[in-house]
């Protein structure tokens, strides 16, 4: 069955939804927002002030509200994915621009669909406003803004270690540890983390160091030793490691190189990391850096298919160290010139070149490590979305933009009264009283920001409550379409859940 809700019912429920998803996140902004803590149904609850995480997770028992609650997380989710930063904004942005643009429909009987067009027509203008206040980040800056984005001193520290080590956002990853501390670990070499084929390697070591180790290439399943017969046998001539790299091996087979392997003949069974055209690709550039052949069927497989390679292996992942040469040169050419490099590609960039970086996300919780987790993400984010230019933080760009909206139509007043809403909240949820606040940013004598961290006035080049330009852009941009699609919902259409089969009566003697 559908059920239809229009009109004043559906007025209501979307006040509420707005609020309820707004209210409940918007008391996370600013440097001394609040956390909230989320039930998970498989993992124990954790505690978090990440703005889309808390976003996703609001849900209510009213099926209508319900809906619109999916529709007013698209601001934040999308934000999200495109700049990782900036999530709590949105909705603060989106529920004063809902609420104002609702004044004139309610109070002033102004058509829906006219104030969405006024408002996505007028965005631009407010956009470019917000562009003038735009500077290139300095070293220093780009530090400021990973440490406001985490919150988090020692996180931003390691964000900002990690980026300039590896200035790419492909070639640095997090990766969840279970060690006390955080740390970066910068790797020169084509490093990939893979599936082991057995533990035995790592039971008395953590890193195993191979220099000039043999390497073979299988594109296929090994599963019969003796057909490598003659490798392996070349390999004890020269007293050297054989490292191999194939799709799975045969249990037979793991059990006779482990028994190999305590006869001192150091065998190394790994799995390839990927499949299908990653896989390919991969074997590619194994072959490039080992000067390996790749070997289709295991029978076929002969001494002069060996390649030679200085890797440091973990059990988790593998590095290949190698010395840059021309042929390594013009690959990395070729993938730099292509038009639309996906994340491996851009992985195999950086590996070719300046390295990676891995951001080691450790605690002994599992719940401290997916909260830390989700700042280094926003602390990332932010990172890369300030190359593009940097605002001054804190609410203040867009108060300073508010306060250059003085005309009388509908589309400026929303708008102005809108960009005021992030630097009230803020100052709301530290307690702080606005009002001296703003008398000094509307003197306009200089630009200067109020630090509610430090309880502190900053001049604009010393401050370190800085946002990138993007993310105030993202924000203001994704708030602006969901809150007109809501000004201009009028009806609502969903399918009415129905009890299970045997259900039905299931309270009746009660």
């Not at 296929?220 to 799709?247: G, H, P, T, W």
């Amino acid at each position: 069955m559908k059920k239809v809700v229009k009109g004043e019912e559906l007025q209501i429920k979307i006040k509420e939804a707005v609020n309820l998803l707004c209210d409940t996140v918007k008391s996370t902004l600013g440097p001394v927002g609040t956390n909230a803590i989320i039930d998970h149904s498989l993992l124990s609850p954790f505690i978090t002030n990440d703005g889309v995480t808390i976003a996703q997770n609001i849900e209510s028992e009213d099926e209508v509200i319900n809906t619109i609650l999916t529709l007013a997380k698209e601001a934040s989710i999308k934000t999200n994915d495109y700049v990782a930063d900036g999530t709590t904004t949105t909705l603060v942005l989106l529920q004063s621009i809902y609420k104002e643009g609702l004044k004139y429909i309610e109070e002033k009987n102004y058509k829906p669909i006219l104030l969405k067009n006024k408002l996505n027509n007028y965005l631009p203008k407010v956009l470019k406003l917000i562009e003038k206040y735009g500077t290139i980040p300095t070293e220093k800056q780009i530090l400021n803004i990973a440490i406001t984005s985490a919150g988090n001193q020692k996180i931003g520290q390691l964000v900002s270690e990690a980026y300039f080590k590896a200035p790419k956002k492909e070639a640095i990853y997090l990766k969840e540890v279970n060690e006390p501390n955080c740390s970066v670990v910068y790797k020169k070499g084509y490093t990939l983390e893979y599936v082991e084929a057995t533990n035995y390697y790592f039971k008395e070591k953590e890193e195993i160091v191979l220099n000039n180790c043999y390497v073979l290439l299988i594109n296929n399943v090994l599963e019969n030793l003796e057909s490598i017969a003659r490798i392996i046998n070349e390999v004890i001539k020269q007293n050297k490691a054989l490292f191999i790299i194939a799709d799975d091996y045969d249990q037979d087979l793991v059990r006779e190189v482990v028994s190999l392997y305590f006869q001192n003949i150091p065998i190394y069974l790994v799995k390839m990391p990927a499949y299908g055209l990653d896989k390919l690709t991969i074997l590619d550039d194994l072959k490039l850096l080992t000067n390996a052949s790749i070997v289709e069927k295991e029978q076929d497989a002969k001494e002069s298919d060996l390649g030679v390679a200085n890797i440091i292996w973990h059990k988790d992942e593998f590095t290949i160290n190698f010395d840059l040469n021309e042929k390594i040169k013009k690959k990395r050419e070729e993938l730099e010139k292509c038009e639309n490099k996906d994340e491996l590609t851009q992985k195999r960039i950086a590996m070719l070149s300046y390295g990676i970086a891995q951001i080691h996300v450790g605690s002994k919780l599992d719940t401290d490590r997916r909260e830390l987790k989700m700042h280094f993400e926003d602390a990332l984010g932010a990172v890369f979305a300030s190359l593009k230019g940097v605002v001054l933080g804190g609410g203040v760009t867009l108060y300073l933009v508010s306060k250059l909206l003085k005309g009388s139509d509908p589309e400026e007043i929303i708008f102005a009264e809108a960009l005021k809403a992030p630097l009230l909240q803020i100052l709301d949820n530290a307690e702080i009283d606005a009002k001296p606040i703003l008398a000094r940013l509307d003197q306009n004598k200089e630009q200067v920001i109020y630090n509610v961290l430090t309880n502190k006035w900053e001049k604009e080049n010393d401050t370190t409550v800085i946002d990138p330009l993007e993310v105030v852009l993202t924000s203001l941009s994704n708030a602006t379409l969901i809150a007109s699609l809501l000004l201009t919902t009028t009806s609502l259409i969903i399918n009415e859940q129905k009890p299970l089969l045997g259900e039905q009566n299931i309270f009746k003697e009660f």
